[in-house]
Nanobody, 122 residues
Framework: VQLQASGGGLVQPGESLRLSCAVS????????FGWLRQAPGKEREWLSI????????WYADSVKGRFTISIDNVKNTVLLQLNNLKPEDTAVYYC????????????????WGQGTQVTVSS
């Protein structure tokens, strides 16, 4: 499974971004896809996950209500809509794949994209 994240950038507080993760490979229905982030000097933080087969989603409390994950099974793309961004959302955002359903543990993710930088600053 290969993943390639894009869509990061520099925005002001309160603005929005949409991150995209292009997914390719075999047996994609066997995986769930998540987004995680890592800020400088901090541990990697799990944000959200979606199952490809039935679109079930789960969010970390820190982003629930502001971030929305979705999947386009025709385009094999996993999206993360980031709304009402805050300076503390500044981080490198990664998309990743896991064989485990609805996992919030970064160690369960076995395939990773390269990351895309999100910077929130006025």
């Amino acid at each position: 499974v290969q993943l390639q994240a894009s869509g990061g950038g520099l925005v002001q507080p309160g603005e929005s971004l949409r991150l995209s993760c292009a997914v390719s490979g075999a047996a994609l229905n066997a995986y769930a896809f998540g987004w995680l982030r890592q800020a400088p000097g901090k541990e990697r933080e799990w944000l959200s996950i979606i199952t490809r087969r039935d679109g079930v989603t789960w969010y970390a409390d820190s982003v629930k209500g502001r971030f929305t994950i979705s999947i386009d099974n025709v385009k094999n793309t996993v999206l993360l809509q980031l709304n009402n961004l805050k300076p503390e959302d500044t981080a490198v955002y990664y998309c990743a794949a896991t064989r485990r359903s609805l996992s919030s543990s970064s160690s369960d993710y076995i395939y990773w994209g390269q990351g895309t930088q999100v910077t929130v600053s006025s």
